[in-house]
């Protein structure tokens, strides 16, 4: 696919060998860390932590990256599909609960070999696909035998919000289309013994400083369309960066009454299958060094 990108909505329709997109993604798979994650979602973490594979380069870009250096400026060491294989393996003998793939969606015909290899080789774990959500339909549709658990952000109620900080005009309406592709693919949580999920979708609402309206537009439509059929995650965890000076809207962290007046929003719709988070979670130690460990 990559010899002609076309992986993701940008369409840059380029050759990642000789070229680089929107993403900055060479053609190669770039990796900034692999390692056990402990601050995912309590169904995806639990007590062993998350595998977390960190892949540099973003068909996003939002302003506030939290994960600037390796979504934005591309830190991160060239891997082959073979050694991607092998970090699967090696996060699944440490225990891990999952292989969860941060930012993937421009590598993700890559990590459909990778994946297919692993299994081969005894990878059993799930497969977690987080993404910002901005996803083709065919891409997310390709996946269906490589994932088992897709988590994507929902981040924009409104298309000028989404070009403001993400430069993405059409968020909205994409995004609905690949999150009914998930769901059409995962229609139902399937968890194991230990309360780990095994299948499904969770979605992501992270609130920006100022935006509960939208936040709760889109959780509304979130549990009017699926229900409890996937999980609502609430995140308050927002944090201002470097860039976001040039935005003084969102140039400071969320207050705990715009969270709090969410969280009552959404329990009042009376979604069952929600999580939320406590202030400590707006904390910068919940970014890990990126410094290729385990790459
Ligand atoms: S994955 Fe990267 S190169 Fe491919 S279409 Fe998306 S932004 Fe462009």
Request: charged share 25%.
């Amino acid at each position: 696919m990559s010899s002609k990108c076309n992986l993701c909505p940008r369409n840059c329709g380029i050759d990642r060998r000789i070229q680089k997109g929107y993403c900055k993604a060479p053609h190669a798979i770039t990796a900034a860390r692999s390692s056990l994650h402990f601050w995912e979602e309590p169904c995806i973490s639990g007590v062993e932590g998350s595998g977390t594979v960190f892949f540099s380069g973003c068909s996003m870009g939002c302003v506030y990256c939290q994960n600037f250096d390796i979504a934005h400026q591309n830190f991160g060491k060239e891997i082959s599909i073979e050694r991607l294989c092998d970090i699967f393996l090696e996060l699944q003998n440490k225990k891990a609960n999952n292989i969860n793939l941060v930012t993937p969606t421009h590598y993700a015909d890559k990590i459909i070999e990778a994946v297919k290899l692993a299994k081969q080789k005894g990878l059993k774990i799930p497969v977690v696909y987080n993404t910002s959500g901005y996803e083709k339909e065919e891409t997310i549709e390709s996946l269906k035998d490589t994932v088992d658990i897709f988590m994507p952000d929902f981040k924009y109620w409104l298309s000028e919000t989404a070009k403001k900080y993400s430069n993405a005009p059409d968020y909205p309406e994409i995004a609905k289309k690949a999150i009914d592709k998930m769901v059409t693919l995962n229609p139902h949580l399937v968890f194991d013994k230990r309360a780990m999920l095994q299948k499904g979708v969770i979605i992501r609402i992270l609130l920006l400083p100022g935006f509960v309206y939208e936040a709760k537009r889109i959780t509304e439509y979130v549990y009017s369309k699926y229900g409890d059929s996937v999980i609502i995650s609430l995140m308050s965890q927002y944090t201002p960066n470097k860039n976001t000076d040039k935005f003084p809207e969102i140039n400071r962290k969320v207050r705990k009454k715009e969270y709090e007046n969410l969280v009552d929003y959404v329990i009042n719709l009376g979604a069952k299958n929600v999580y939320i988070q406590e202030g400590s979670s707006a904390d910068e130690s919940f970014i890990p060094p990126f410094n290729l460990e385990g790459i």
